[in-house]
């Protein structure tokens, strides 16, 4: 099989960078390889190894189909590095009940640390179900709807499509065929298609959040997604693929609808700003965000998904005191700070939209300033070993009904219950 | 005294080769089919719990059933275009240097490239393909989001990508038939037909052997056409075999699952290729 030659080369590729090649007194620390998270680790390395006596290595991940897989294939060589900042939190509790990874709550400090940094919910849904924490919470990217402000008035909409119903008044004026081929070719908004399960957690997955009010999609290891909210957010988007006020294109990388003026909203990221900002073709291309859609009716905060990404450290570390003391350099409110202002992410703090460290950015900065607010009100993941495959279940049933119309919003959601519930008790 | 050892010297390279790489990797697999391993936790003795999960499981069946679809479609549109495309290069053409490189080069080309290429000129609002039809007054095609018409989409773009080596193996073929038997046909007043019928065909058996049997492995291991496509949607209809046991691997860290299901496939393909094998050779006789 060409895939596990494959990981057999990527342990080897891996293998070359191997800790055992460190000196006692030097820590590996890899961060993810896009460049502001380069040139941000880059900057406190130096710091770091100016002042301390214990040097860090810092390189970015390796090259590999995913960081995921890279990581997977360094656990499995036993050359994982000391520290590794940009692991997805639904990944941890399945390396820490593998017991690679340090139980970080077991270190001088951390517990008052981390409890000062962060709010008690977020400690709660890092905590594995052993109890430990082996993941510092470390930044965030809410997600929220995108919307280009000039198309706002030249489509003569008064006021943000924020319910279910509205969106679909939205959809409904926005929807037009603009060469005349017979076929639509504007939209209200556009989300992936494809059944791949991490493309949940920019539609189905933000919206559950919302109209729940942060809900669970398990609970007491069973499925807690077959409610109402759950029917109801298939059923949204299950009409919006009905009434053709979405696309059922499955777009490449370079395409997107956003940058060409043929959709008015997302679903997105903070990341999106700088994009725009790079490939937008007219000078007079606005953009704002705002809340996901809820449910008519739905009171309070909108919630949404906060796409958590924490830093663990691996028990091939020999030094685990120390490599907290120099996470600890990277996640203070100076690091955090510079977090903000080097890669455009949010730190995952308490108070963020408050802090008066922080002040002076929000205010240079009023779209991220959005995302702070929204900071207030997210959810992560819930700390299961097997959230992909819940995930996966979902997705399925989620193309067979909301792509397809194969499956009433009733059908599908018991059908994924079941699954999950199957899966979660072998 | 050191004769004795030299042969052994000598062939130990492979041997070493053949035991890290092959022998050991194999028994490795067949132990693993009786364990529960998700690569980084110790492995669970689990039985021939993995063969009664997979005799159970619908989807694997499904993709199993997929890949011979995708086969069906793939194999004789590969063997007719390329069949035909070497025909046409062995005529007296003018060009026949760059025809034969135009027709290798997607050969060479990155599947991935090639079906980032062919995704776009699939897709159904902005594809060419589309736009082509539209143009002419026909309606728009779900190239990929149509279940009954996702495989064969691919069907056609791995023909695209693969024919150019056919093309190549049954040029050979042609040049290998004597020319004197087309002479001789010609005297007797055959046509054209009649001498690709009787002549042609029944001298390139061992080609179109040879062709059928590598297309037939190649079809089997039909893998990052839906990855990157279609992710084996729209409803499952692309999940091919060779998809869903990566899935089971590397998404879900089902490593003794994903060697059993590697293990029965690879002994389909046996059972196929042996079915073929006697099948063309009776046609031989």
Known sequence: ????????????????????????????????????????????????????????????????????????????????????????????????????????????????????????????????????????????????????????????????????????????????????????????????????????????????IAASDGGALIKDNKAAFNNEYGVGVFRF????????FYSKERLTAGQDRFITEDIFTKWIGPWEIRHVDKFKQRDDFEIAFYPVQVPKGHNGPVYTYSDPKNIVVFNTCKQPQNAWNFIKTLIDKEGDKKLLEITTQLPNRKNLETDSIFKEYFESHPKMKTFAK????????????????????????????????????????????????????? | MKKKWLPYLLVSPYIIHFIVFVAFPVLFSLVLTFHEWNIISPMKFKGFSNYIKMFNDRMFWKSITNTFKFLIIHIPLQIIISLALAEFLNQNIKLKGFFRAAFFLPVIVSGVVVTILWQQLFGFDSGL??????????NKVGWLTDPNIAMGSIAIMATWKNVGLYVILFLVGLQTVPPHYYEAASIEGANHWQKFRKITLPMINPTIFMVVILSTIGGFSLFIEPYIMTGGGPLSSTMSSVLYIYKQAFQYFHMGYSVTLGFFFAMLILGVVVIQKKYIEQGDD
Request: negative net charge; aromatic residues 12%; contains cysteine.
């Open chain 1, 374 to 426: 929204q900071a207030n009100y997210l959810k992560g993941v819930d700390n299961s070993e097997v959230i992909v495959e819940v995930f996966d279940i979902i997705s399925q049933e989620y193309e067979a009904c909301v792509i397809y119309n194969k499956k009433t919003p009733e059908k599908a959601m018991e059908d994924a219950e079941k699954a999950v519930n199957n899966l979660l008790k072998n």
């Open chain 2, 129 to 138: 393909f589309n736009r082509m039809l539209v143009s002419i007054g026909l």
């Open chain 1, 237 to 244: 988007l299950q009409e919006l693929y009905q009434n053709e």
């Open chain 1, 1 to 208: 099989m060409l895939k596990h030659i494959y990981i057999y080369f990527l342990v080897l590729l891996v293998g070359c960078n191997s800790p055992n090649d460190q000196k006692d007194n030097t820590l590996l620390y890899w961060s993810s390889n896009n460049r502001g998270e380069i040139e941000f680790s880059e900057y406190f390395v130096k710091q770091w190894n100016n002042k301390e006596k214990t040097k860090i290595k810092f390189q970015p991940i390796p090259e590999g189909q995913s960081s995921e897989e890279v990581i997977l294939a360094s656990v499995v060589g036993k050359t994982t590095p000391d520290i590794y900042a940009n692991m997805w939190q639904g990944s941890v509790e399945m390396y820490a009940k593998a017991g690679v990874l340090v139980p970080l709550d077991t270190l001088d400090g951390f517990t008052e640390f981390i409890k000062a940094r962060c709010t008690k919910k977020v400690l709660e849904e890092i905590t594995s179900s052993d109890g430990h924490i082996y993941q510092v919470p470390w930044k965030i990217n809410p997600i929220m709807t995108i919307y280009n402000k000039r198309l706002m008035s030249d489509f003569g909409l008064s006021k943000l499509p924020s319910t279910y119903d509205e969106y679909f008044k939205a959809g409904k004026k926005i929807k037009a065929d603009k060469d005349n081929d017979g076929y639509i070719d504007q939209w209200v908004g556009y989300t992936a298609v494809k059944v791949i399960w991490y493309e949940r957690l920019m539609n189905f997955y933000p919206l559950y």
